[in-house]
């Protein structure tokens, strides 16, 4: 069945900073979603991606869709505390492990 | 977007015995989702509620141990019978915006089962 690896598992990360999390698909993706789940919290729709080498952007976040629709990749700019949080790739109906973010001040 | 609501938001039960769970959305919708989200790990789906039929289960669930009801489109039910320890995890139903894939969460019922 259709599987997606999302790396790294920890991102710790200085403020300021920028870093990358990956999503890979073993098949093809018709689309993709991103998630954020704050500490003690539930998922919270993102973003959604559907067409092949797609880009969007929200802020300081930057959501990209591989050209063979089987990878994604989230990269968030100069990281603030409010980033903190595990952030999770979905190829429904799987969700990646997540990447769990902690930010140092 | 929607709004769900789901309760009872956490509760502490015995081996054995059963919890239903119930999922509230203040909008109509046609596709509602039940997922397992151990601490500190991913999100599980457990199975599509539909309504009007049988709910559709993910490979590893069944319909006995987690039965599921869809009465409408603005409400489901989750029970986990005949409980263990194993079943301890937060439960999290969900709903797909018609059109769209997103997903919109309740906020979560965190089961312990002692």
């Known amino acids: 069945g259709q599987q997606v690896m999302q790396i790294p598992q920890y991102q710790h990360v200085q403020e300021g900073e920028d870093f990358t999390t990956y999503c890979n698909s073993s098949t093809t993706l018709s689309n993709i979603q991103w998630y954020k789940q704050r500490p003690g919290g539930h998922p919270v729709f993102l973003i959604q991606?559907?067409?092949?080498?797609e880009v969007k952007k929200q802020k300081r976040l930057t959501f990209q869709f591989g050209e063979a629709k089987k990878n994604s990749s989230l990269h968030i700019t100069a990281t603030q505390t409010t980033d903190v949080g595990t952030y999770f790739c979905a190829g429904q109906p799987s969700f990646g492990a997540g990447t769990t973010v902690t930010v140092r001040a | 977007s929607a709004v769900i609501s789901q309760k009872p938001s956490r509760d502490i039960c015995q081996r054995g015995t059963s919890l239903t769970i119930q999922c509230q959305v203040d909008s109509q919708v046609t596709m509602m989702f039940w997922y397992r989200q151990q601490p500190g790990q991913s999100l599980t789906l457990i199975a599509t509620a539909n309504q009007g039929s049988e709910a559709t289960y993910e490979s590893g669930f069944v319909i006995d141990k987690f039965p599921i009801s869809r009465p409408n489109l603005t409400f489901s039910t989750l029970t986990v019978s005949n409980m263990s320890p194993e079943d301890s995890s937060i439960y999290l139903c969900s709903v797909e915006t018609s059109g769209a894939y997103e997903q919109y969460f309740g906020p979560g019922t965190r089961l312990t089962v002692t």
């Open positions: 991606l559907v067409k092949s080498g």
